[in-house]
């Protein structure tokens, strides 16, 4: 598992006096962003998102410092990955889960095989769920 600590921005506020709910994909996709960065991956061939879910289990409240992203790797296929996530606060208590299938694109715009360094990095994070 990886987990990533986000800050909230000012900007990330909604009128009712927490974190927007579109703020919290936003996150995820920060976390998962960084995760291929650090993973020393390049953009080529591209990541595209397929599908988002995410349950709302609790509102971010407006004077959190931050919160963590934790993701991990639930299965990996020949063109696309599962990821699932968990939006936290330091304490431990949890604001959103969720789950998010990117597929590798090749050039012609079509599901292309995951490339090996990045289906190495997914291998190291990958978790088998008993």
């Not at 921005?9 to 909604?14: E, T």
């Not at 953009?43 to 963590?68: E, F, N, T």
């Not at 208590?93 to 990045?118: H, K, N, Y």
Request: some cysteine; proline content about 4%; glycine content about 8%.
């Amino acid at each position: 598992m990886t987990v990533w600590r986000i800050q909230i921005r000012y900007a990330d506020l909604d009128t009712q006096g927490h974190v927007n709910n579109l703020a919290q994909l936003q996150y995820v996709e920060a976390a998962r962003t960084r995760s291929y960065v650090d993973a020393g991956l390049t953009w080529q061939p591209l990541q595209v998102v397929r599908s988002q879910h995410i349950d709302y289990l609790a509102p971010i409240p407006a004077d959190a410092d931050g919160v963590d992203v934790d993701l991990q790797v639930d299965r990996i296929g020949r063109t696309s990955h599962t990821i699932t996530y968990t939006i936290k606060d330091d304490g431990g208590r949890v604001f959103s889960t969720g789950q998010c299938v990117v597929v590798t694109v090749g050039a012609d715009g079509r599901p292309a095989e995951i490339p090996v360094a990045l289906r190495r990095s997914l291998e190291g994070q990958h978790q088998v769920r008993t």
